[in-house]
């Protein structure tokens, strides 16, 4: 049986396609909670999509993008407009998050918002770090948080991949028995 959520991201990536994509991972680098988890629906919208490069293109760059730019929407938000995102509950922001946020950015500067962004789990939390009190501009900040999201949605590329040749030797194996019994 396959999980709700995955269904879910199935339906969405078969009707929308890689607007889905970008819309989730858009809100995810904004930090607005999980709509839906982004690596479900991207390693769904890759297994949808297949193995060939053509296909899975849009997906990867949709991922990028969108990852990039909500990030750089909560980068100005509070660098230009002084937002401050624990007022905000969608986004799960805690002062020990932004701390260690902030050591971070203090330490490794630029390469820590890539870092940051490879990792699940810390992605995009060093968007506060750089964009309150530090001379970042936003164009380098948007390159550090592609770079970052480029090694990220390329290890979820990958995983999908995987996931989708396994699926069609499997099918190729045991034939639409299989595909009924999902």
């Known amino acids: 049986m396959i999980e709700p959520h995955v269904e879910t991201a199935l339906a969405l990536v078969g009707t929308y396609g890689a607007a889905a994509v970008f819309v989730v991972f858009a809100l995810e680098g904004a930090l607005v909670g999980k709509v839906l988890p982004a690596r479900t629906l991207f390693v769904a919208a890759v297994v949808a999509a297949g193995v060939e490069a053509v296909a899975v ?8 993008g969108g990852a990039t730019v909500g990030q750089i929407l909560v980068f100005v938000a509070v660098r230009r407009f002084d937002v401050d995102p624990t007022e905000f509950r969608v986004v799960p922001v805690g002062a020990s998050r932004l701390d260690g946020a902030n050591r971070w950015f203090d330490r490794w500067g630029l390469p820590a918002i890539a870092a940051s962004n490879a990792v699940p789990g810390t992605r995009g939390w060093l968007a506060l770090s750089s964009a309150s009190g530090s001379s970042v501009s936003t164009s380098r900040f948007a ?12 290890a979820l590329l990958g995983i999908g991949l995987a996931v989708a040749l396994g699926f069609e030797s ?5 034939g639409g028995d299989l595909v009924a019994s999902l």
């Open 57 to 64: 293109l849009p997906v990867f760059v949709a991922a990028v």
């Open 170 to 174: 499997a099918v190729g194996l045991f």
């Open 143 to 154: 390159v550090a948080s592609m770079v970052g999201s480029v090694a990220y949605a390329g």
